[in-house]
């Protein structure tokens, strides 16, 4: 059954909320056929996908094109499409027109923007359009050169205080979940203790609500070396079995060991004697 932004609100407190990143038909398939309750289009599409170094490249016009294949896969997982650098701060009007499109083009369910006060009026004209916001506070990527890097954030107690009053402010102007990405377990745990919407972690440990992963770090799935943070557990290894399928491959057909009959078609009117006679029409054509 399809999710839906209430139902999603309504397992807090009853049951772990699942979220993957996913970008493409095939990635939405298994996402939704396992059973995990939302889908993020992430803006992490930047680095796993298009190989760009940080998410700050990727812009909204790329970002549509992969929930729109994401979308294609119908998918019961519910759809949030990520918010793309520069998508959602320069003024309310081009924020609600960048979301609209991935509600409409798109048909993604719903958006998520990165970071808290700062983006209130943001926030506000989206869910005055009815348009569900996913919030995202604590390592939030696309401030990595005002952070100096990626850095744990809400480490002292002032700026524990300032992301807490941050949660409460997005709960308050209607965001119907949060991430809570790099920040330590017991300010996460102090978080989701305190606001009615569900919580997601990634490097944000155990006492949240749910737990988010990037599809391609749980399958193994790099093209650039490995960045390995200490929150990913990586399931499979499917970068190493692809790369031994691409060999095998090579390895057969220079030993033409594939093809097979198996693999070939039929000669259909292509006869033996059909074919005598076809050469000669053929050298007739090409004389
Ligand atoms: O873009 C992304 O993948 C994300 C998740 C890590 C939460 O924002």
């Known amino acids: 059954m399809k999710k839906t932004v209430p139902k999603i609100v309504s397992l807090k407190n009853d049951r772990v909320i699942s979220m993957m990143t996913a970008y493409d038909y095939p990635s939405a398939k298994a996402v939704s056929q396992a059973e995990i309750d939302i889908i993020l289009v992430g803006d992490s599409l930047a680095q796993v996908?298009?190989?760009?170094?940080?998410?700050?490249?990727?812009?909204?016009d790329e970002m549509l094109h992969h929930v729109k294949a994401v979308t294609r896969a119908k998918p019961d997982s519910l759809v949030v499409a990520d918010m793309p650098y520069m998508s959602f701060h320069s003024t309310p009007k081009e924020t609600l027109y960048n979301a609209s499109r991935?509600?409409?083009?798109?048909?993604?369910?719903?958006?998520?923007?990165?970071?808290?006060?700062k983006r209130k009026e943001m926030i506000e004209v989206?869910?005055?359009a009815e348009i569900p916001v996913m919030g995202h506070l604590g390592l939030?990527?696309?401030?990595?050169?005002?952070m100096g890097g990626y850095k744990i954030q809400g480490r002292t107690l002032e700026l524990a205080t300032k992301l807490l009053e941050d949660a409460i402010?997005?709960?308050?102007?209607?965001?119907?979940?949060l991430v809570l990405e790099g920040v330590p377990s017991v300010l996460a745990e102090t978080v989701s203790q305190n606001?009615?919407?569900p919580t997601i972690g990634i490097g944000a440990g155990v006492d949240v609500d749910g737990q988010v992963l990037v599809y391609h770090d749980l399958i193994g799935m790099k093209s650039k070396e490995y960045i390995d943070?200490?929150?990913?557990?990586?399931?499979?290894?499917?970068y190493e079995e692809v790369l031994k399928s691409m060999k095998s491959f090579k390895k057969d057909i220079e030993s033409r060991d594939f093809p097979t009959e198996e693999h070939s078609y039929?000669?259909?009117?292509?006869?033996?004697?059909?074919?005598?006679?076809?050469?000669?029409?053929?050298?007739?054509?090409?004389?």
Not at 49 to 60: C, E, I, Q, R
Not at 229 to 238: E, G, I, L, P, S
Not at 268 to 282: P, S
Request: aromatic share 6%; with cysteine; glycine share 10%.
């Open 49 to 60: 996908v298009l190989g760009h170094d940080d998410t700050l490249s990727v812009s909204m």
């Open 102 to 117: 991935f509600i409409q083009e798109g048909k993604a369910d719903g958006v998520k923007l990165e970071g808290g006060n």
């Open 126 to 128: 989206l869910i005055n």
């Open 140 to 146: 939030t990527p696309q401030s990595k050169n005002i």
């Open 169 to 177: 402010l997005l709960e308050g102007l209607g965001c119907f979940a």
């Open 195 to 197: 606001i009615s919407i």
């Open 229 to 238: 943070a200490k929150f990913v557990k990586r399931y499979t290894n499917q």
């Open 266 to 287: 039929g000669a259909g009117e292509l006869t033996e004697e059909n074919i005598i006679e076809w050469k000669k029409e053929v050298k007739k054509i090409l004389s």
